[in-house]
């Protein structure tokens, strides 16, 4: 990532995104929760991208670079805290699920940011309970670094629909099938169908967010069937697609 901005303090506030507003690459000196209570926010680093419905946070470690891209209206909740105040231990960006509860917190904590009273401060105790007991969810697409690897992805990534083998696939740039299996696991960590999916998983979010019917959906993004879309999907993210149509959510 080039010109890369450094911002010391991670703000705490509430901001409205634009349909495809893009935020460039920075980074803060604190932690920062990230939180989209409408539309989809994906957060890209070097490492990767990971992205967040309305049912997931997105911890971001101090001293991280990133950048933001919102799909679909992004309502923008977002929770700075010092670098010495990391409740869940974490050094890399994750997901983490937000329920009801925890949806609420951040949304009273960000409508206030310069309120200091101490009622504030134990809501902000409480938020920080409820992160520590969130559940940490692999809504991760990993970036390759090995050639012929990241040549592979940016195959699927351009069609997500394209459903040849690792074996077709590695014809096309240059590598076995057995050669890719173990860059899968050695470069991204998960098999070569995890990352599909993880792939697929990331552009559905995206169509949803821009109010894509499910079925169109599901056969944009490689799935033979809104049935099997919907049951992968619910399976990843404990719910249906439908839940995430802008329109259902306003």
Not at 75 to 94: I, K, Q, R, S, Y
């Amino acid at each position: 990532m080039k010109n890369i901005r450094h911002e010391p303090v991670a703000p705490t506030r509430m901001q409205w995104l634009a349909p495809g507003t893009a935020i460039d690459a920075h980074r803060h000196d604190d932690h920062q929760i990230v939180y989209a209570a409408r539309g989809v926010l994906a957060i890209t680093t070097d490492a990767g991208s990971w992205i967040a419905p309305a049912t997931r946070a997105i911890w971001v470690p101090a001293g991280t670079v990133h950048a933001h891209q919102a799909h679909g209206g992004l309502d923008l909740h977002l929770v700075g805290m010092p670098a010495t105040d990391n409740p869940l231990g974490l050094d890399e960006p994750t997901v983490l699920t937000v329920g009801p509860l925890l949806r609420e917190l951040i949304l009273a904590y960000t409508r206030s940011p310069d309120d200091e009273s101490p009622e504030r401060g134990r809501l902000r105790a409480v938020l920080l309970d409820q992160l520590r007991a969130s559940q940490q969810e692999p809504v991760h697409l990993p970036a390759p670094t090995a050639p012929r690897l990241k040549a592979l992805c940016e195959i699927l990534q351009a069609d997500p629909t394209d459903d040849r083998t690792l074996a077709a696939l590695g014809k096309e740039v240059g590598a076995s099938d057995r050669t890719l299996s173990r860059l899968f696991k050695s470069d991204l960590g998960m098999t070569f169908p995890q990352w599909r999916t993880q792939l697929r998983l990331y552009h559905a979010l995206i169509l949803l967010a821009e109010n894509t019917p499910v079925t169109t959906v599901a056969h944009m993004c490689g799935w033979s069937s809104a049935s099997a879309f919907i049951d992968v999907f619910r399976r990843a993210f404990g719910h249906t697609p439908g839940s995430h149509q802008p329109h259902q959510s306003r």
